[in-house]
DNA sequence: TGACACGTTGACACCGGTGTCAATATGCTT
DNA sequence: AAGCATATTGACACCGGTGTCAACGTGTCA
């Protein structure tokens, strides 16, 4: 809407529009006097320019799309509040787009989406950052996207953490406390996440020396719900473990709450742990002991990925190799302790 | 990223890119064998149009902009959804914009966000949608916005709910299970929402023929952490209220941690209601009572709202005067019962 | 048969910027 | 003074579409 083009301003200062652009981006070669008189009637016009027409004359893009269909809202909360904050650093608009996992036109309205809006940068947040139908149309496609804790560096750039890490810290911390039936709410099957952190689970059960209770392995969707369902199926067993570990804090929520429901203290009957440390998580009570993952330290990473691979710079963070891969913290409040008076 | 423009199809068909722009926009006067060439390669092709071109042709719009800085992460979420939804819905792009209500340069750095982006359609969510000086320099530059929860009429568009209705039946809910000790917490005294609460908890007492209990009136800030300092408060009055009522869920949830944290039990030592119902509300143990606010379908009826005047186009919904004042609803469910066993 | 309306089409300018290249002015060398 | 490198500037095309208007062919009516 603002009305006052670089027309308005070439013709006021008696320049060529060419000369104002110069100006507007700081190029070399403009004399002193001619630089003060455009800066002048910038001044005086309050000229901005047109994002549109840039982008259309530079072929750059202006946007990029945090695509999600993440079934805790907590995490993606946090995660879009780091892409963002990279995002207005850059000087780049951030689409959102909810899309449905299961649908089944999924990849070509994905498709669609890029197409009207001209995004060609994407984000990808699992279970999304694990679909080959989507990397492989993206890849055919010629799309820039940096996947969100999906560390499979054949597919492409990630940035996530180390799941496996997360849940062998928290496994051994429950064993210090003395545990030994521990309940472990797995995450969605679909996404590889769950699986590595099954492999924690394990690794620390391996090192411990002491044999994994296989029967309190159950399935869980990364949903509140399934949290709930699943502590449903642990609770009833006997002997009743005396600590869950959920993959992750939605999950925990859930356990808590359907220990909650059953007349169950926390910790005093049980023990629960999950992993993230959303907002949720000191909003409940017992406030959650969990391992923290810096989520919108990822998300911010991965925007900055994106977008200086859309601008052609190099990536200048950090050169480890694990640059990508963000250590987590175990965090240690009150929903977890020794076993005892049950 | 589509490498194939208007001028190709034009070039491929035999045609002018006029004829290619009208068949692309359906327009009247092609010639069926015209219009069916160009489309056939169209197919062939995947041409796609590109929206930033058509953008700068049309001097319109492609994007709206969500600037919020709301106290309760999971009221931004739901309206998010909404506004999403009519966004895809209609080709438009979401931008979000995240500000701090309190920071000096709000203005100036929204003014530079508008200017950046050239978003020419904001939603403003609470606070911001009271801020004076905000709307103040929208109106000047003439930006179109449309105001979440803030039906003071005079400075433009808004879509909302009745606070005091909902306020009001809460309390009568209270009330009629012979609760008298009710307090109160209040939101941020800045946003206009809190007063239309207080007011409704008012008529509820008038009504009732009962004195209203000015000392069981706290501050709150719409925040969790003050819904939990607010509790800290009453529940050290004495005679302790039976039951608390906050302005919004996400302070209901800090009361309900607070009461827990002393070892009380809701709802047999207390009763704790909340107003919004929040995806929160329906994870902590026990369950909110509440208010339910039709939070997606006000976010929805305000990207509605704002597309359809961006288009230039006529509102076309419910014509009702009370069309964007959207009907709240008693949610019962585990946070409230009649005072007793204390 | 001529006048006129109407359907169909393309040439061209335009939206608001940037890239290329040539034209001009200036200072320096020889 | 001629020859050359360099700094400064503008004309023009271009990015990918749309709007305006004129040109053309055809059918209808007087």
Known sequence: MSAVTINDVAREAGVSKKTVSRVINNEANVSVETRDKVMAVIQATGFKRNPLGMALAKNRSLFIALLADNPSPGYLQKLQKGVLQYCSESNMGL??????????????????????????????????????????????????????????????????????????????????????????????????????????????YAEA??????????????????????????????????????????????????????????????SVVGIDDIALSTKVWPNLTTMRQPITAIGYRAAYKLIRKLQGLPDEGPTSPDADLLTCELIVRDSAREPGRN
Chains 1, 2 share one sequence.
């Open 95 to 204: 689409f959102l787009y909810d899309c449905s996992y299961r649908s089944p036109g999924l990849v070509a309205e994905i498709e669609g989406f890029i197409d009207n809006t001209l995004a060609d940068g994407l984000i990808l947040v699992p279970p999304l950052s694990d679909k080959k139908e989507l990397l492989d149309m993206l890849n055919r496609r010629k799309v820039a996207y940096v996947r969100i804790g999906a560390p499979d560096a054949a597919l492409g750039d990630s940035v996530g953490f180390d799941n496996q890490q997360a849940a062998y810290e928290l496994t051994r911390y429950l064993l210090r406390l003395k545990h030994k039936d521990i309940g472990f709410v797995l995450g969605h099957p679909d996404q590889g996440s769950s699986q590595r952190c099954e492999a924690g689970f394990r690794q620390a």
């Open 209 to 270: 020396g002491l044999e994994f209770p296989e029967k309190l392995l159950v399935q869980g969707y990364y949903t509140f719900q399934s949290g709930v369902d699943a502590a449903a199926v642990l609770l009833n067993k006997k002997p009743r473990p005396t600590a869950i570990l959920a993959s992750n804090d939605e999950m925990a929520v859930g356990v808590l709450y359907s220990a909650h429901s059953r007349g169950l203290k926390v910790p005093d009957d049980i």
